[in-house]
């Protein structure tokens, strides 16, 4: 059921560089989706990993089903972001988890994307009498 999930909203992520002295901490990452038709848009706020404050990007990409294929291109965040991230994921079954790799050049990592499941909807006694259930 998961290639039903809209992914639309807010999502908390991490993502994590390869296992080398150069590479840099775990990173967590604020992201905003919107999603028409299987396209995919948005934005990626994260801390700077090289002056204070945060870094911002831009989402493109789509979802097909599970499969969740992205770029993030930072803006004004300096020559250290200057490529484009390209992120492969799996969305889960109840559309509250994305994970995969992040590649940049040979670089490359996990990512994690989760966010609360959507309320459920309730049906009042009153309603389901209006639509004669």
């Known amino acids: 059921m998961g290639g039903n999930h809209n992914l639309?909203?807010?999502w908390d992520g991490t993502?994590?560089?390869p296992d080398v002295p150069e590479a840099g901490p775990v990173t967590p990452?604020?992201?905003?989706l919107s999603e028409a038709g299987g396209v995919l848009?948005?934005?990626?706020?994260e801390p700077h990993e090289f002056a204070e404050g945060t870094a911002e990007a831009t989402i493109s990409g789509t979802r097909i089903g599970k499969a969740v294929h992205f770029a993030k291109t930072y803006h004004g965040a300096g020559w250290e972001y200057r490529q484009t991230v390209l992120y492969?994921?799996?969305l889960n079954d109840d559309g509250t988890r994305i994970a995969g790799e992040w590649r940049i050049d040979h670089w490359r990592?996990?990512?994690e994307m989760t966010?609360?499941?959507p309320p459920a909807v309730?049906?009042?006694v009153s309603e389901e009498a209006e639509a004669g259930v």
């Open 41 to 45: 848009s948005g934005s990626v706020i």
């Open 88 to 90: 492969y994921g799996t």
């Open 15 to 17: 993502f994590a560089y």
């Open 122 to 124: 309730e049906v009042s």
């Open 29 to 32: 990452f604020l992201a905003r």
């Open 109 to 111: 990592g996990p990512f």
């Open 115 to 117: 966010r609360d499941p």
């Open 8 to 10: 639309s909203g807010e």
